[in-house]
């Protein structure tokens, strides 16, 4: 991020846009809910309603210059929470294997620790690298794509297949986005060291 869009970002916490990624988030245990009850086509609808207010929320938020540090917040953790229900609902129903969820879930507890071992050398998180988003862009794509196959089934031939595609790449992807933030991680905290040694060493002097 440059400095102009750094100077950009407000710590204001009621916006427009802040209040319709709350919306979004709201609605996470409605879509859940939905979706373990078997009721395909109104969690879908949810999840539609979810995605137009992701998009509009970014577009408000950029064209009124109303991008807030709690946005930035709310967005990605709205994405995550939807993936994550669509997982186990799905899960739950049989309809995808629980090792899928725990690749998913794994990683992002990998992340969390990783983000703990920062904070402990005095580090904020790494940004977030352009794998992430994609791997992210895969998984969220790729459940709704076989929750259509369940709410519709003469779409399944082509939905369900394009949505385990999706859903395998994406899950794929999202671990070796993982890695390189392990290895970045390992990279700034070894510099952090190299740079207290050189300190430490100038002070003897």
């Known amino acids: 991020m440059s400095a102009a869009e750094e100077r950009q970002v407000s710590s204001r916490v ?12 709201a609605l996470v245990p409605v879509f859940l809910v939905l979706l373990i009850r078997g009721e395909d086509s109104w969690a879908l609808l949810v999840l539609v309603v979810a995605s137009a207010s992701d998009f509009l929320d970014g577009f408000l938020a950029r064209r009124f210059d109303q991008v807030t540090r709690l946005g930035q917040l709310l967005d990605p953790a709205a994405d995550r929470l939807y993936i994550f229900a669509a997982l186990l609902g799905l899960a739950s129903r049989d309809l995808v294997p629980w090792w899928i969820v725990l690749v998913v879930v794994g990683r992002d507890v990998f992340l969390l620790g990783l983000g703990v071992v920062l904070a402990n050398f005095g580090f904020g998180p790494l940004p977030v690298h352009q794998l992430g988003k994609l791997a992210t862009f895969c998984l969220f794509y790729a459940l709704p794509m076989i929750m259509l196959g369940q709410a519709f089934p003469m779409l399944a031939w082509w939905s369900g297949p394009v949505g385990w595609a999706f859903g395998i790449w994406g899950a794929f992807l999202y671990w070796w986005a993982g890695i390189i933030y392990a290895i970045e991680a390992a990279r700034v905290i070894r510099l952090s060291r190299v740079k207290s040694s050189s300190r430490s060493d100038t002070l003897e002097e």
């Open 14 to 25: 009621v916006t427009l846009p802040n209040l319709l990624s709350m919306l979004r988030l």
